[in-house]
């Protein structure tokens, strides 16, 4: 695939990062964090463990983002590790997507022309899948920040969301057979070679990736590309996605 690192198409992570050290988590999306010898409680804008990258006296990225409507001025943006910068924000990995997915810069998608985020279906059509190209591509959107040793696993939580949306994928191509269905894995690091199921941490889960790409579900990988030290971030160049058993780690 071609790749656009051209600033105008990337998508703004942050307008002013601020070092800090981390010092503990209180819960899923609180944590806090020193900056100035003075400690800051800040939001984590990702639910997963992270255990093996968020720890305290893990050096972040943090802004503020000081707002009437806010609780927690701080957000957490990213984690920086030796080898890469490792980004927070679950709800990024769709923004570079669907920047992508406008700039034609996928080879799969690129004749696509009409591009809708958010599109309910399913049973009762209480579901959203990510982007529906077309009207009969479906394109769900999951990321990833665990690795061990050069190859990153999802999710790194047990995902009941996850499951849902791989088995309802699996229910739109198996009621018809014009539709087609990707789930492209995003990962929030450079240091990635290739993605795989952790079987360990969710079996449900490996197992349904595995048998929807029996089915016909497609799966594509990505890294993100980072420019300005991490305030602007785009797709980058296509890992592949290993669906093979493997023994645990």
């Keep these: 695939m071609k790749k656009i690192f051209d600033i105008s198409v990337m998508v703004r992570v942050a307008k002013h990062l601020e070092h800090g050290i981390f010092e503990y988590r209180e819960n899923r999306f609180v944590g806090y964090f020193k900056m100035n010898g003075q400690l800051h409680k800040c939001h984590i804008l990702n639910p997963g463990r992270m255990e093996n990258f968020l720890n305290p006296g893990a050096e972040i990225l943090v802004e503020n983002r000081k707002s009437p409507k806010r609780k927690i001025a701080f957000s957490l943006l990213y984690v920086i590790h030796p080898n890469s910068l490792i980004l927070i924000d679950s709800q990024l990995p769709n923004k570079i997507i669907k920047e992508a997915l406008q700039n034609r810069v996928i080879d799969q998608f690129k004749h696509a022309k009409l591009i809708k985020p958010e599109q309910t279906y399913g049973k ?126």
């Design 124 to 249: 009762l059509r209480k579901s959203r899948i990510d982007f529906l190209l077309d009207n009969s591509l479906y394109i769900e959107v999951k990321a990833t920040n665990f690795v061990h040793e050069g190859i990153g696993y999802f999710p790194d939580a047990p995902s009941i969301r996850a499951q849902k949306h791989i088995t309802e994928l699996c229910e739109v191509i198996e009621k018809d057979s014009s539709k087609e269905a990707y789930i492209i894995f995003l990962a929030q690091r450079t240091d990635i070679t290739e993605i795989r199921p952790f079987d360990k941490i969710d079996p449900k889960v490996a197992h349904l990736l595995r048998a929807g790409a029996a089915k016909g579900i497609r799966m594509l990988g990505f890294l993100i590309k980072y420019a300005e030290s991490g305030h602007l971030a785009c797709l980058g160049e296509e890992i592949p996605i290993n669906l093979q058993p493997y023994d645990d780690f």
